[in-house]
């Protein structure tokens, strides 16, 4: 599973570069316009040490926030999935809301916490937690009535067995939606890095950007890449863990 | 002991005909009686009906004595995070593991009690899942096929023993198995489609108990009513 997503990655990666490449020396661009294999290796060995450390930096973020978002996802997908006035308001607030492109509030974020730590890690949670919080209404607001029936008619159904039932009876769905989430995570954080912060890959991508400095930017999207690969991976393989461990097979 | 409904109507909101219209219908001992029908014409709504998790549009259902209706069906599933023995430990009430003991050898499923719900045969299945219900305490059961998929000679002793286990209680057999109904049921209500009338038509079944030696006559008298009536 994880040596897969690494290798998937690098297939596009190296498919994305050769598109570049052809493009140079199809059109006979200069090493400003797009660098050439020389000048990406020298830039790669040059700002390695520094941009994993900003990588690493950025994925700490990442990781907190797509925590955080699964955590208040989970309690509000719980609370709102009865079909009381509370989980309705929940239902189609949380519609609404997703609706709305949420990085178009990063500026907002900043100008009221400063572009620190905590406004990447709230853009970071803001924009992967409404994909976790709609798959958990979905799922905890859909009875599983061949499985539910006989608690209910015997009066044995608490709250917590409700949860338990559709959570493992919805484990694929949702297992799958966290590690989809991880992506969206990254981008948020990298998103606000890109527009305000003062640390991270998104900040280094954003110097790069203003120095015209393709190789770079190609060295940051490479790390990036293996990184998000590997922690999906990881999740990817917790999640068949816990799936085995719950149903008896992966 | 009797449950009863009278002139109950009901239509489906997504129906323009009404299922049913001055509907009564009444099983007043306790004992094995069966609901019989050929399919649509109503069964499981009414079976909904009477366990009370269905509300006519009109009429009303008496529950003379009966506290407690618990329905069954042939499709529910035991969660499959633990195995099916643990699950029948746990929905035991208190007292009651001898019981659990005794039905789990009648239904044949101890080699299932180490396995998940998902692993086993339908059959398999739909045994474990009677099982659970008749450990709870109950005055009326409504079996809706129930014992779909169980093989024939599993089937009777399966029925025999809960006939034996469960003299004060009543139970409500949906099956679609003619010889079967006309076997071991008491009282046999025949639901007929929308046109016919009168809706309902009785008849009785041997209600063979277990040393009871079959009246293959009167059996074969019974299915000619049930199926004249049908």
Redesign the interface.
């Known amino acids: 599973m994880l040596p897969r997503r690494i290798y998937q990655f690098f297939l596009i990666y190296l498919l994305g570069l050769l598109v570049l490449l052809a493009l140079k020396y199809g059109l006979r661009l200069s090493d400003y316009v797009i660098p050439g294999l020389e000048s990406l290796w020298q830039t790669l060995c040059e700002v390695l040490p520094r941009y994993a450390a900003d990588v690493w930096d950025t994925l700490q973020v990442a990781v907190i926030g797509q925590v955080l978002s699964i955590i208040l996802a989970l309690v509000i997908g719980i609370l709102g999935r009865k079909t009381t006035w509370f989980g309705n308001f929940i239902k189609a607030a949380a519609y609404n809301v997703q609706a709305y492109p949420i990085v178009a509030l990063a500026p907002i974020i900043f100008i009221l916490l400063g572009d620190g730590f905590l406004s990447r890690l709230l853009i970071a949670a803001m924009i992967c937690y409404f994909p976790i919080l709609l798959t958990v209404l979905g799922v905890m607001s859909e009875p599983v009535a061949d499985v539910e029936h006989f608690y209910r008619s015997t009066g044995r159904m608490r709250w917590q067995l409700e949860v338990k039932i559709r959570a493992f009876e919805n484990l694929h769905k949702l297992t799958t939606v966290i590690a989809g989430s991880a992506t969206l995570a990254m981008a948020g954080t990298i998103v606000a890095e890109f527009i305000a912060a003062n640390a991270g890959i998104g900040y280094s991508i954003r110097i790069a950007l203003y120095q015209s400095d393709l190789a770079r930017i190609l060295v940051a999207l490479l790390l990036i890449g293996i990184c998000l690969s590997v922690y999906q991976g990881l999740l990817e393989y917790s999640g068949s863990l816990v799936k085995k461990a719950w149903t008896g097979s992966a | 002991m009797q449950i009863e409904c009278r002139n109950i109507s009901y239509r489906y909101a997504s129906e323009s005909e009404p299922i049913f219209e001055n509907l009564s219908l009444c099983y007043d001992q306790p004992g094995f009686h069966a609901l019989f029908g050929p399919s649509g014409v109503g069964k499981t709504t009414l079976a909904k009906i009477l ?1 009370g998790a269905i509300q006519p549009s009109e009429g009303n259902v008496t529950k003379g004595r009966i506290k407690t209706v ?4 042939n ?7 633990s195995t099916t023995g643990r699950h029948l430990e746990k ?1 035991t009430p208190s007292g009651k593991d001898d019981l659990r003991q005794e039905l789990v050898d009648i239904f044949d499923v101890r080699r299932c009690l180490g396995q ?1 719900f998902g692993g086993l045969s339908l059959g398999q299945q739909n045994r474990v ?1 009677l099982v ?2 008749l450990l ?1 305490d109950f005055d009326l059961l409504i079996m809706d096929e129930s014992l779909a998929n169980v093989d024939e000679k599993t089937r009777e002793t399966i029925l025999m023993h809960l006939k034996r286990l469960f003299k004060a209680r009543m139970f409500i057999y949906i099956s679609h198995n003619l010889v079967e109904v006309a076997k071991f049921c008491k009282k046999i209500a025949v639901l007929r489609s929308g046109a016919k009338k009168p809706r309902v038509v009785w008849t009785s079944g041997q209600d063979l108990q277990l040393g009871g030696e079959l009246q293959q006559g009167q059996v074969e008298r019974t299915m000619l009513e049930i199926m004249n009536a049908a």
């Not at chain 2, 618990?70 to 069906?73: E, F, G, N, S």
């Not at chain 2, 499709?75 to 995070?81: G, K, Q, S």
């Open positions: 366990w618990l329905y069954t069906y499709l529910e599933r035991l969660p499959d995070w929905v998940r899942n659970r219900y709870q």
